[in-house]
Nanobody
Framework: QVQLVESGGGLVQAGGSLRLSCAAS????????MGWFRQAPGKEREFVAA????????DYADSVKGRFTISRDNAKNTVYLQMNSLKPEDTAVYYC???????????????????WGQGTQVTVSS
């Protein structure tokens, strides 16, 4: 089992920044590819960003490219999501996820991930 705990969400004005953190415990963190998803009210959960075990391969949703950066620190068992130039449409609950395998073809799919955090709310005001 892998336990994931997100933090860093909050209320921010449009154009502002937030950094989300996801602390992992339970298994060897570096064995897992990690992803961030988000879900707005009334909408399906959508892919935001993901990276492989070493952090050397990263992928982003088109809607966040150039504004968000995913990274990981395997020594601290933590994955981050730096969010800049936030927009009201970024408002959602953000979820951290872990997968025991890595596939650039599948990392966009929520079903690909084995473990999920409880989520952290991000609200961007206009």
């Amino acid at each position: 089992q892998v336990q994931l705990v997100e933090s860093g969400g909050g209320l921010v004005q449009a154009g502002g920044s937030l950094r989300l953190s996801c602390a992992a415990s339970g298994r060897t963190f570096s064995n897992y590819a990690m992803g961030w998803f988000r879900q707005a009210p009334g909408k399906e959960r959508e892919f935001v960003a993901a990276l492989n075990r070493s952090g050397g391969s990263v992928d982003y949703a088109d809607s966040v490219k150039g504004r968000f950066t995913i990274s990981r620190d395997n020594a601290k068992n933590t994955v981050y999501l730096q969010m800049n130039s936030l927009k009201p449409e970024d408002t959602a609950v953000y979820y951290c996820s872990a997968s025991s395998t890595y596939s650039r073809f599948n990392i966009y799919r929520a079903s690909f991930y084995n473990y999920w955090g409880q989520g952290t709310q991000v609200t961007v005001s206009s």
